[in-house]
């Protein structure tokens, strides 16, 4: 899941630049470096840490704001961001893009469970200080179920762990196709700058 610019995608201002010399690719190449960092910060502070809002997702194990990178390709030289191949968060990422199986763009996923009828949404109680899930439901021990939500026994206390429930929908918070005609534009840009002089 990448946003790719390349020198055909970007228009006429850099479709001979293969045609130049050595300096003036490696000044691009240079300024594509440049671009893909602000790029991947852009992601990150915009929209990826804070508080979860319409458009931004707060960060708690900080695997899909890790996620993110950037690659410089030079021959033809151009540019992709997006999250990186193989991450551990790409899972995740893909649901927060708004990105489905197909690679359609989607405003929200449904998640069902893959095994078993319910998925067991965390509470309070089973969270650590960054909401992220301290143990999975059957590592809790003295635990029952009633009106769909895992309870433990502790002496005398009952705690509520975690709610059962059939599916979750999650809202599209993308940040590739918000940063993508600013990056496109700066690319261009870049680009007038190294070669328009010619």
């Not at 197909?102 to 319910?118: L, N």
């Not at 534009?185 to 007038?192: K, L, N």
Request: proline share 5%.
């Amino acid at each position: 899941m990448r946003l790719s610019i390349s020198a055909r995608g970007i228009a006429d201002t850099l479709r001979w630049m293969t045609g130049y010399g050595t300096e003036r690719r490696e000044r691009m190449a240079r300024a594509l470096e440049r671009e893909g960092r602000r790029a991947v910060q852009d992601i990150v502070l915009r929209y990826r840490r804070g508080g979860t809002t319409a458009e931004r997702t707060a960060v708690r194990t900080g695997r899909l704001m890790g996620s993110y990178g950037y690659q410089v390709e030079r021959h033809p030289i151009g540019l992709s961001v997006g999250v990186e191949t193989g991450s551990a968060a790409l899972v995740y990422a893909g649901v927060h893009e708004g990105i489905d199986a197909q690679g359609r763009a989607v405003d929200e996923t449904v998640i069902r469970p893959r095994r078993g009828q319910y998925l067991a949404i965390p509470l309070p109680a089973a969270l650590t200080a960054a909401g992220v899930e301290r143990r999975p439901p059957r590592a809790y021990r003295n635990t029952f179920i009633r009106k769909g939500i895992i309870f433990q026994r502790r002496g005398k206390t009952i705690v509520p762990l975690f709610k059962l429930v059939r599916s979750v929908t999650v809202p599209a918070r993308p940040a590739l196709r918000k940063i993508a005609r600013e990056l496109v534009s700066r690319v261009a840009e870049e680009a007038a700058s190294v070669y328009g002089g010619a």
